[in-house]
């Protein structure tokens, strides 16, 4: 923890209110050495209200399909500033008991329990949407970046950590997040907020960019396939006794009417499809990291040298995108990974979710659970291509029903040879892989100033794929981050842009 420390002395009156306790860890205290603190409740326009808590409907109210749905507490994720909307989520409800809570873009949302403290910004309206009874929707109009930003911060987690019980399971923190010390600059206050507010737009603009490219990328195979059949009309019909020789494998999910009516598309494609075969790519699994194989290994959340760098399925988002690392010191010579290689995680819930590497890799590994698919002819245009494509596979179910055992199975290795992709010509697998990666794309710092750095990060954010997007957004949080710990800790603040550059 960065700021919590142990007090070198403490009084009587403090060892007699924790019943004469001489445990350290009784007084450890959040240290903030600057004096200039406000309070998270001075950010509110109003004083917080139970108009602003969602409410529970009750898993009686749960449905498969409506056009209502019921926002839980997953969709707020530390590594993200917008909503992760997907079905762990958001859940259908019954319409009789969805409650308009009026969710705007720009809204703050709040947890108070479970992952009690986490926040995120609404990126758009969602009219079709309600509050769990965990979340507040927050009053506030003036300095909203600001703070959304240190709540995202450790410095307002441990603060928080300390003030909320740790006996329960779920812990519950009512409304005591109010009473979080927010630090405000010493100097240059009104310059320095506005830069970091400045920061926190940006990360959050690269987010919602990100998510609407890899929307984009889904729409353009979807339009593709569709406008491009075969004259060839789909019509079910039930296995034959050769189809299941030929699938080997009994299960329904390559045989239900809607895999069938998908994969039809993609077979009656009017150029025609390639098997991941054909298309000269080689498959094998990453590296085996059980003891018995490799034998004793160190994981840290730090590098050092000699280190591996992990790559794991589990540290992917489903934007091709990585969100957080891991690493790992062995003795032994592993499997690494080479430039051009694309990622695929096999099983669990992170099934579908892969990435393509672009930078030359040392010492990079990915373990069993994922699949490295290599081109034989270093051409990493199809290796991104084949990476979309398997993201749309993901995106319309298909994925887990070539997975054997279906959702939470296996997609093993004898199975990628039934996966059939589309022949795209050049120029539309030019337009898909351009928005998952352009290197062409760059930004002008020595143009930037605090007044204007919004609008030119825009015009990069347009013009640059996922992957630039994602290595800007990462520096512009590590940005956010000094910053903020700059100011707690009452140094002076440098409102540069430079850190872009690299």
Known sequence: ????????????????????????????????????????????????????????????????????????????????????????????????????????????????????????????????????????????????????????HDCFREQLDFMVPKSATIRHAKTIFLDCKIPLPSKNQEHVIKYLEGLTQAAINKEKELRSKHFKIHQLIKSELENNQKPKKFQYEFPSLEELKKAGRIDTNVFTPYFKSEEHKIRNYSNGYSSIEELDFETSRGQNLQISNIGDSIYSNKYHDGFYTLMLPKHLSRFGTVNETEYLGNRRKLITLKKGDLIFGAEGFEKGRSIVIFDECYNTITNIHGIILHHRQGNIQLSIFVKCFLDYLRNIGLVDKYAVGGNGGSLAMKYWSIIPFPNFPNNKQKEITKLYHNSQTSIDTLKLTIDNFVQHDNVFNQNAGITEIDKSLKKTKERIDEIIDQIVNDHDIDTKYDFLNG
Do not use: W
């Not at 923890?1 to 306790?21: D, G, H, K, Q």
């Not at 917080?48 to 898993?59: A, H, I, K, T």
């Not at 986490?118 to 965990?134: N, R, V």
């Open 1 to 152: 923890m960065r700021y919590t420390a142990v007090p070198r002395e403490i009084s009587s009156a403090e060892i007699s209110s924790n019943l004469f306790s001489l445990s350290s860890a009784q007084y450890k205290r959040v240290v903030i050495k600057n004096p200039n603190c406000i309070y998270v409740r001075d950010f509110l326009s109003r004083k917080l209200s139970y108009s602003d808590l969602g409410s529970e409907v009750g898993s009686i109210n749960y449905i498969d399909a409506s056009p209502k749905y019921f926002f839980r507490t997953k969709g707020l994720q530390q590594h993200s500033f917008i909503p992760d909307i997907n079905a762990e989520s958001i859940i259908p409800v019954n319409p009789k008991v969805f409650s308009n809570q009026n969710l705007k873009e720009g809204d703050l949302i709040i947890s108070k329990d479970s992952n009690i403290g986490e926040i995120i910004i609404l990126d758009k309206d969602y009219p079709d949407l309600m509050l769990s009874g965990a979340l507040f929707k927050l009053p506030i109009k003036r300095r909203k970046y600001y703070l959304l930003a240190f709540i995202k």
